[in-house]
C-alpha cells in the first residue's frame, strides 16, 4: 500500500515536522497563535497572486505570508492599535481580498478544498525537493537565532542589555514561520496548520526539562502526528489535514492521561 | 566615570515623564534611584540603559560598557521550560565554573538545578542578579530588587549587592522606594519627583525629594 504518492507525502510531512516541532514551541512560548494564524489565512490571497502572475502556488504563498510579516513588523511599531486588532485586519483582509481575486478566475483550477484541508495527492518530486531544502534552511536558520530569540521570549530587555539584537531574531523567525506555512499549505491545509505548530508542543511541554528539550520533542510528537494521520488518510480515504491534526490531538490526550507522571515544573 | 547623563528628558506625547535629570555612576559608587510610583524610576533606568531614545539631553557611557540588569519582573511564561541554570545562561554561554561561582555569590550554588517555577520571590530576583554577574558587569543597574520580597530577604538582597560592588569595583544604580537605605548606604541620590513638569506642579511636598534636599543642604 505504500505508493509512491504516499512515500512523497509521508516525506513531506516528516521533513515538515521537523521544522513545526520547534517553531511551534516559539508560537507556544510567545502566545503567536494568532499571528500564525494570521500568516496561514493570507495563503489565499497568495494563492491568488500566484494565479494571476502564473508562479509556483508555495512560492506565491511564501511571499505574500512574508509581506504580511513585514507588515506587521512595521505596523505594530507605528501604529498604535493592539495587536490582536492589527492582526485580525491583516488576517480576514488577505482572506477577503484572496477570495474575491479568485471569483474573478471561475475557470481557474484552483482546488479550494485541498487548499483548506490538505491534500496528500498533490505532493510531487518538486514539493518534496522544496520542503526538505527548506527545512534544511529553516533549521540551520532557526539555530542561529536561538538564543537571542529565546531571551527575547523571556525579556527582550534582558536581551537588548545583552548585545544580542533581539529585533533581528523576532524578524527572522517571522520569515521562517511565513516559510513553514507556506510550505505545510499542501500537507495539512490553510485552516489546520496552526495546529501542527501548537499541538506537539503542548503535549510535550510536562515532559520537557529545558526549551531545547521541549523543542527536540514536539518534533518527534509532530512526526508521528504526520505518520499517523497520513496512514489513516490513505486507509479511511478522509482529509489528510485533518487526520493528522485528530491524531496530534488524540496523542495531546494520551500524555494528560498519565496523571502520576512526573510534571516537568509547571502545567 | 561609566556612565554619565546631563540634563536627560524623556517626553511621551506631550508631557514629559522625566526631564532635567543629572545623573552619573563611577566605578565602585552604589548611586540611589528613588522617587514615588510614577516619578519615572523605571524609565529614568531604561534610559542609561538605552533601552529608549531620551528627547532631550545626553548621555555619555564608557566604551565598551558591560553593563548587567536586574529588571523588575519577569513574568514567565509557564510553558516555557527553564532550570535555574538555563535560566541564567539564557544571554550567554560560559565556562561550568563561571557558573558556579555566579551562582555561590548569590547564595544559590546548593539549590541544584530546579525549575525556576519552583523558586520564592526572593530566590529568584538573587538569580537574575546571578544571571547579571556572569556577564562581569562594570555597571550593574537593578530595578527595586527587593519588591515583592520580605524584610529579611531584602536586607540579604542588599548586603549582597554590597558585597558585589565591593568584588567587582562595580558602579551599580539601584532603584528603590527605601529612603532609608538610601540615605545610609548610597554614595549619591538622585530623587525624582512626579509630575514635576506637569503645568501645575503638586510634587513640591514629595517626601523623597523633600528628604534627598535636606539630606543634600545638610552634606
Same mark, same amino acid.
Given at each position: 500500500?505504500?505508493?509512491?504518492?504516499?512515500?512523497?507525502?509521508?516525506?513531506?510531512?516528516?521533513?515538515?515536522?521537523?521544522?513545526?516541532?520547534?517553531?511551534?514551541?516559539?508560537?507556544?512560548?510567545?502566545? #503567536?497563535?494568532?499571528?500564525?494564524?494570521?500568516?496561514?489565512?493570507?495563503?489565499?490571497?497568495?494563492?491568488?497572486?500566484?494565479?494571476?502572475?502564473?508562479?509556483?502556488?508555495?512560492?506565491?504563498?511564501?511571499?505574500?505570508?512574508?509581506?504580511?510579516?513585514?507588515?506587521?513588523?512595521?505596523?505594530?511599531?507605528?501604529?498604535?492599535?493592539?495587536?490582536?486588532?492589527?492582526?485580525?485586519?491583516?488576517?480576514?483582509?488577505?482572506?477577503?481580498?484572496?477570495?474575491?481575486?479568485?471569483?474573478?478566475?471561475?475557470?481557474?483550477?484552483?482546488?479550494?478544498?485541498?487548499?483548506?484541508?490538505?491534500?496528500?495527492?498533490?505532493?510531487?518530486?518538486?514539493?518534496?525537493?522544496?520542503?526538505?531544502?527548506?527545512?534544511?534552511?529553516?533549521?540551520?536558520?532557526?539555530?542561529?537565532?536561538?538564543?537571542?530569540?529565546?531571551?527575547?521570549?523571556?525579556?527582550?530587555?534582558?536581551?537588548?542589555?545583552?548585545?544580542?539584537?533581539?529585533?533581528?531574531?523576532?524578524?527572522?523567525?517571522?520569515?521562517?514561520?511565513?516559510?513553514?506555512?507556506?510550505?505545510?499549505?499542501?500537507?495539512?491545509?490553510? #485552516?489546520?496548520?496552526?495546529?501542527?505548530?501548537?499541538?506537539?508542543?503542548?503535549?510535550?511541554?510536562?515532559?520537557?526539562?529545558?526549551?531545547?528539550?521541549?523543542?527536540?520533542?514536539?518534533?518527534?510528537?509532530?512526526?508521528?502526528?504526520?505518520?499517523?494521520?497520513?496512514?489513516?488518510?490513505?486507509?479511511?480515504?478522509?482529509?489528510?489535514?485533518?487526520?493528522?491534526?485528530?491524531?496530534?490531538?488524540?496523542?495531546?490526550?494520551?500524555?494528560?492521561?498519565?496523571?502520576?507522571?512526573?510534571?516537568?515544573?509547571?502545567? | 566615570? +561609566? =556612565?554619565?547623563?546631563?540634563?536627560?528628558?524623556?517626553? !511621551? @506625547?506631550?508631557?514629559?515623564?522625566?526631564?532635567?535629570?543629572?545623573?552619573? $555612576?563611577?566605578? @565602585?559608587?552604589?548611586?540611589?534611584?528613588?522617587?514615588?510610583?510614577?516619578?519615572?524610576?523605571?524609565? &529614568?533606568?531604561?534610559?542609561?540603559?538605552?533601552?529608549?531614545?531620551?528627547?532631550?539631553?545626553?548621555?555619555?557611557?564608557?566604551?565598551?560598557?558591560? $553593563?548587567?540588569?536586574?529588571?523588575?519582573? %519577569?513574568? %514567565?511564561?509557564?510553558? %516555557?521550560?527553564?532550570?535555574?541554570?538555563?535560566?541564567?545562561?539564557?544571554?550567554?554561554?560560559?565556562?561550568?565554573?563561571?557558573?558556579?561561582?555566579?551562582?555561590?555569590? =548569590?547564595?544559590?550554588?546548593?539549590?541544584?538545578?530546579?525549575? =525556576?517555577?519552583?523558586?520564592?520571590?526572593?530566590?529568584?530576583?538573587?538569580?537574575?542578579?546571578?544571571?547579571?554577574?556572569?556577564?562581569?558587569?562594570?555597571? %550593574?543597574?537593578?530595578?527595586?530588587?527587593?519588591?515583592? $520580597?520580605?524584610?529579611?530577604?531584602?536586607?540579604? +538582597?542588599?548586603? +549582597?549587592?554590597?558585597?558585589? !560592588?565591593?568584588?567587582?569595583? &562595580?558602579?551599580?544604580? +539601584?532603584?528603590?522606594?527605601?529612603?532609608?537605605?538610601?540615605?545610609?548606604?548610597?554614595?549619591? $541620590? =538622585?530623587?525624582?519627583?512626579?509630575?514635576?513638569?506637569?503645568?501645575?506642579?503638586?510634587?513640591?511636598?514629595?517626601?523623597?525629594?523633600?528628604?534627598?534636599?535636606?539630606?543634600?543642604?545638610?552634606?
Amino acid at each position: 500500500m505504500l505508493d509512491d504518492f504516499f512515500m512523497r507525502a509521508l516525506l513531506a510531512g516528516i521533513g515538515l515536522a521537523m521544522v513545526t516541532g520547534p517553531a511551534g514551541c516559539f508560537i507556544v512560548w510567545r502566545r #503567536l497563535a494568532y499571528f500564525g494564524e494570521t500568516i496561514a489565512h493570507s495563503a489565499l490571497l497568495g494563492v491568488a497572486i500566484a494565479v494571476l502572475v502564473d508562479l509556483h502556488l508555495v512560492i506565491g504563498i511564501f511571499f505574500t505570508a512574508a509581506l504580511v510579516v513585514l507588515a506587521m513588523y512595521y505596523l505594530e511599531r507605528r501604529d498604535t492599535l493592539p495587536t490582536d486588532t492589527l492582526l485580525g485586519l491583516l488576517s480576514h483582509g488577505g482572506l477577503a481580498v484572496g477570495l474575491v481575486l479568485l471569483s474573478f478566475f471561475p475557470n481557474m483550477r484552483v482546488d479550494l478544498q485541498a487548499l483548506l484541508f490538505g491534500d496528500i495527492l498533490a505532493v510531487s518530486h518538486v514539493d518534496l525537493a522544496v520542503i526538505w531544502g527548506g527545512g534544511v534552511i529553516a533549521l540551520g536558520l532557526l539555530w542561529w537565532i536561538w538564543r537571542p530569540l529565546l531571551a527575547a521570549t523571556v525579556s527582550p530587555d534582558l536581551a537588548v542589555v545583552a548585545g544580542l539584537k533581539p529585533e533581528r531574531a523576532q524578524l527572522v523567525f517571522g520569515i521562517l514561520l511565513a516559510a513553514v506555512i507556506a510550505a505545510a499549505i499542501k500537507i495539512v491545509g490553510v #485552516l489546520l496548520i496552526v495546529a501542527l505548530l501548537i499541538i506537539p508542543s503542548a503535549a510535550v511541554r510536562r515532559f520537557a526539562a529545558s526549551p531545547e528539550q521541549m523543542a527536540a520533542g514536539a518534533a518527534v510528537v509532530g512526526m508521528m502526528a504526520v505518520a499517523g494521520g497520513l496512514f489513516a488518510s490513505a486507509t479511511f480515504d478522509t482529509p489528510s489535514g485533518p487526520s493528522i491534526v485528530v491524531t496530534a490531538l488524540v496523542l495531546f490526550i494520551l500524555t494528560r492521561l498519565g496523571r502520576t507522571l512526573p510534571a516537568g515544573g509547571a502545567r | 566615570m +561609566l =556612565v554619565k547623563a546631563t540634563d536627560m528628558g524623556v517626553r !511621551r @506625547g506631550e508631557r514629559w515623564i522625566i526631564r532635567h535629570v543629572e545623573l552619573s $555612576v563611577d566605578r @565602585g559608587q552604589l548611586i540611589y534611584l528613588i522617587g514615588a510610583n510614577g516619578a519615572g524610576k523605571s524609565t &529614568c533606568a531604561k534610559a542609561i540603559l538605552g533601552l529608549l531614545d531620551i528627547d532631550e539631553g545626553s548621555i555619555d557611557r564608557t566604551p565598551a560598557l558591560e $553593563v548587567g540588569y536586574v529588571p523588575q519582573r %519577569l513574568a %514567565l511564561n509557564p510553558t %516555557l521550560p527553564l532550570t535555574v541554570r538555563r535560566l541564567i545562561t539564557l544571554t550567554g554561554r560560559f565556562p561550568g565554573t563561571r557558573i558556579e561561582s555566579a551562582l555561590a555569590s =548569590v547564595g544559590l550554588h546548593r539549590l541544584g538545578d530546579p525549575p =525556576v517555577t519552583t523558586l520564592s520571590g526572593g530566590e529568584f530576583q538573587r538569580l537574575l542578579l546571578a544571571r547579571a554577574l556572569l556577564h562581569r558587569p562594570d555597571l %550593574l543597574v537593578l530595578d527595586e530588587p527587593a519588591q515583592g $520580597v520580605d524584610m529579611a530577604g531584602a536586607g540579604v +538582597l542588599l548586603d +549582597l549587592i554590597q558585597d558585589i !560592588r565591593r568584588d567587582l569595583q &562595580c558602579g551599580v544604580l +539601584l532603584i528603590s522606594h527605601d529612603l532609608q537605605a538610601a540615605m545610609s548606604t548610597g554614595d549619591d $541620590v =538622585v530623587a525624582l519627583v512626579p509630575h514635576e513638569h506637569d503645568e501645575r506642579p503638586f510634587g513640591l511636598d514629595d517626601p523623597y525629594a523633600g528628604a534627598a534636599r535636606r539630606a543634600a543642604g545638610q552634606a
